[in-house]
């Protein structure tokens, strides 16, 4: 056996040691490896927008395959990838990426209870899947490898968005490691802003923008992945941001290519040509074609009886093996499959029909159905072909909006979400056990996805926050569009305004040979297509929008790149197709229901003037608390004087309204004349000073030391005054800031200043001899 015991020394020219001590039955054996530390390689790539992007590698993270990392701006982003050295029997490539966000970042500290990174977010899950999607297309079917993806966020400047710059570096690790990998791949963010296209634009721009693509694309112009949402954005300038982005991809692939060139490994030799048994496959060809043929010809099947079929074939054919050897078995069981998936994709071409007798651009049968269930908001049920979606509205006041992290906030400048979609696919959807969470990758990816679709269409000064839910109820492909149709209905049911109807669909591919470049027209794109349709074909490109333009897309590539012409054409052929769609929902709900619901939320304001807002309010909010409990509605301030009035229905908010005017009932006041004399009644001893009533039902207010009394007084003590005392006091009006009542005692003490306040003359006094009265009302109102 031999142990491995690995130490660093950096010493003082700037070199690392490696030193590997080898225990062995010959003795101890040191190996000492240096490493340069000034042996960092760097490409700077200059983007049309006028940016700089500059990728480095042989400084950090050295120890692995793989270790770039890519700079735009001042946001930085270090990518690493890491492989085992021992295969793992997976079918299917084993990679993973994740995509981590650092608070120091942005300077800042979390806030959760440790102080320090949690979960991963849902910012983080959607970035990691666009990172897979993006580098998975490439890799060999062969590659066994378990392999490890980690983009590791720097720092951000909030201008240059972390996300495109990710797959750049992980593009870049994978094609310096020693890994094999059919790439570079490069990727771009295309912006759409007073109808010009934007390569990378900045987050302010991308406010303003009408489109927010991300594309990935190898050498040559094929598309690897796609991923964005629009303002109903318009199919020719679509297809133009689409050709602009590939465009800007190829001089990124350049530098990719010249950075692998100078400090590229050599690649891993995998022997995935593997010649198979003629024995095995004439064995499975004479048993499984043609009942396999037959199945798939056989137009009656639905999901669960055709995929019972041929598990029945399979089944059958092991029965019959046996008396075979293990590995007879194992390799007639993986060209079963291989057969399969040839038998399938070649009756399409041969009969131009799909499995379930559809035509190549023909629709499943779709049904649709609103107002489910009284008590709420809005509800829709969207079924096409085997597809079930049960969506609900939920409107509540703006502050039950979504709030986003702080790294979320920075990248996007969005604080909270007024509208979110919530999207489940429980394990009964397909028949099978397991946990209910709704929050693995694949959810969070599809809810994002029809959130995308339908938040072009909601109105963004609506004074409700919206949850719009999605659950699927049963699921034979297409899931995530059509959540997009059930909740387009649903938010029309509960009377959201939204400017048009939305509808989504997938749109698939199938090749008919391994070279898809080929000029010839050996490949058809599927419309609408079902599960068996995504397993078993080469593309995945989900499109939705409204009848005018397209506001969400996304297509998942499962070779390695595919040509513009066939993107452009799955464009044409799913306009077409979300048209179809939105007439037959427009046949159960073709607008925005205007009668209000009786459960339908209100909203309304309350102006309290400034005076009476302690009195409204309570004390420490106990009003407002009670309005709460026993009513349901909420209270938020919006300025000192405005509140806004959240009720759950209309019932409700007359309750509550009822319960404000008692709080704020008062009997008929005293009209209070400026300059006037009153006599006011004390209630309370302060040290600031008393509290005074000028008539019983007045809420009581405060007389301060310094309007007691000529002298300078500490305490009201020192006057002899006492509550219940009975004293003069003359009114000033109310305060403009505070809306208080100012009185003064002090201004009656001195005869020279009551005179002056009382506007008698010297003229006066000598006409009345002296004899003046002075005009004190009393008032009482006990």
Same mark, same amino acid.
């Given at each position: ?239 133009? #941001?689409? %050709?602009?982005?590939? &465009?800007? *991809?190829?001089? $990124?692939?350049? /530098? @990719?290519?010249?950075?692998?060139? +100078? ?68 390799? #007639?069981? %993986?060209?079963?499959? &291989?057969? *399969?998936?040839? $038998?399938?994709? /070649? @009756?399409?071409?041969?009969?131009? +029909? ?429």
């Amino acid at each position: 056996m031999v142990l491995f015991r690995r130490s660093r020394l950096l010493n003082n020219r700037g070199f690392i040691f490696l030193r590997s001590k080898n225990h062995n039955k010959n003795g101890n054996i040191f190996h000492i490896k240096f490493l340069s530390s000034d042996a960092a390689e760097d490409v700077c790539i200059q983007l049309s927008n006028g940016s700089t992007m500059k990728l480095s590698t042989g400084k950090y993270a050295r120890l692995t395959s793989g270790s770039v990392t890519a700079t735009l701006g001042d946001t930085s982003i270090m990518s690493t990838v890491v492989r085992k050295n021992v295969p793992s029997k997976e079918s299917i490539v084993p990679l993973t990426v994740n995509y981590r966000q650092k608070a120091a970042a942005i300077g800042r500290i979390p806030t959760n209870f440790l102080r320090r990174e949690m979960g991963q977010s849902e910012q983080e899950i959607l970035t990691s899947r666009i990172i897979d999607r993006s580098l998975r297309p490439l890799f060999n079917s062969g590659y066994s490898y378990e392999t490890q993806i980690i983009c590791n966020l720097l720092a951000i400047d909030g201008i240059n968005d972390p996300d495109v710059l990710s797959i750049n570096a992980a593009s870049a690790a994978l094609s310096i490691s020693d890994i094999p990998w059919n790439g570079p791949v490069a990727a771009v963010r295309v912006g759409y802003i007073d109808k010009q296209h934007v390569i990378n634009p900045s987050k302010r721009q991308l406010q303003q923008s009408k489109l927010n693509l991300v594309l990935s694309c190898t050498s040559k112009n094929l598309i690897v992945m796609l991923e964005g949402s629009a303002e109903d954005i318009l199919e020719p300038d679509l297809r133009k #941001a689409i %050709k602009i982005g590939a &465009k800007e *991809c190829q001089t $990124i692939i350049k /530098s @990719l290519l010249e950075l692998k060139s +100078r400090v590229g490994k050599p690649k891993l030799e995998i022997d995935d040509n593997k010649e198979p048994n003629k024995d095995v496959e004439e064995f499975v060809r004479n048993f499984a074609e043609d009942k396999l043929r037959e199945i798939f010809n056989c137009y009656s099947h639905d999901k669960t009886s055709r995929s019972t079929a041929v598990n029945d074939v399979r089944n059958e054919m092991l029965n019959n093996m046996a008396d075979r050897d293990r590995e007879f078995i194992e390799n #007639a069981v %993986k060209l079963f499959d &291989k057969i *399969c998936k040839e $038998i399938f994709r /070649s @009756l399409i071409f041969e009969t131009k +029909r799909r499995c379930d007798g559809r035509t190549i651009d023909e629709l499943r049968n779709i049904q649709c159905q609103v107002d489910l269930f009284q008590p709420l908001h809005g509800s829709a049920f969207f079924q096409r072909g085997q597809t079930q979606v049960l969506s609900t509205v939920t409107l509540d006041s703006i502050e039950s909006s979504l709030k986003l992290d702080m790294i979320s906030m920075l990248t996007s400048g969005v604080k909270e979400k007024n509208f979110f979609l919530h999207y489940e696919f429980p394990p009964y959807a397909v028949n099978e056990t397991g946990k209910v969470t709704g929050l693995d990758r694949r959810e969070i990816g599809h809810g994002a996805l029809a959130e995308k679709g339908l938040k072009a269409v909601i109105p963004k000064d609506y004074p409700f926050a919206i949850r719009l839910t999605s659950e699927v109820l049963e699921s034979n492909g297409s899931s995530s569009m059509a959540s997009i149709c059930a909740g387009s209905l649903a938010l029309m049911d509960a009377g959201v305004p939204i400017s048009a109807a939305v509808a989504g669909v997938a749109m698939g591919l199938i090749y008919n040979s391994d070279n898809i470049e080929s000029e010839e027209e050996n490949y058809k794109i599927l419309t609408d297509i079902s599960g068996i349709e995504d397993h078993l074909g080469d593309m995945d490109f989900k499109i939705a929008g409204t009848k005018k333009g397209f506001t969400a897309f996304q297509a998942d590539v499962k070779v390695p790149g595919v040509p513009l012409k066939v993107i452009m054409e799955s464009i044409q052929s799913a306009s077409l197709a979300k048209s179809r769609i939105i007439n037959i929902m427009n046949e159960v709900l073709s607008a925005p229901k205007i009668d209000a619901k009786e459960n339908k939320p209100v909203l309304d304001t309350i102006e309290v003037p400034m005076h009476q807002r302690g009195k409204f309010l309570g004390i420490g909010g106990s009003n407002l608390k009670k309005i709460l409990y026993e009513t349901g509605v909420n209270i938020y301030s919006e300025n000192d004087i405005v509140f806004s009035i959240f009720a759950p229905n209309q019932s409700a908010m007359d309750a509550a309204k009822n319960m404000i005017d008692e709080i704020l009932q008062t009997n008929v006041e005293p009209t209070l004349t400026f300059g006037d004399i009153y006599t006011a009644k004390i209630t309370e001893i302060r040290e600031t000073g008393v509290m005074v009533t000028l008539y019983p039902t007045m809420v009581p207010t405060l007389l301060p030391n310094s309007q007691l009394d000529q002298r300078k007084i500490h305490h009201p003590s020192a006057l002899e005054l006492n509550v219940g005392d009975e004293i003069k006091v003359k009114y000033f009006g109310r305060d403009p800031v505070s809306g208080r009542i100012r009185l003064s005692r002090k201004v009656l003490q001195d005869p020279i200043s009551s005179a002056r306040n009382l506007n008698i003359t010297k003229e006066t006094m000598d006409e009345h001899k002296g004899q003046v009265q002075e005009p004190i009302r009393q008032i009482n109102l006990s």
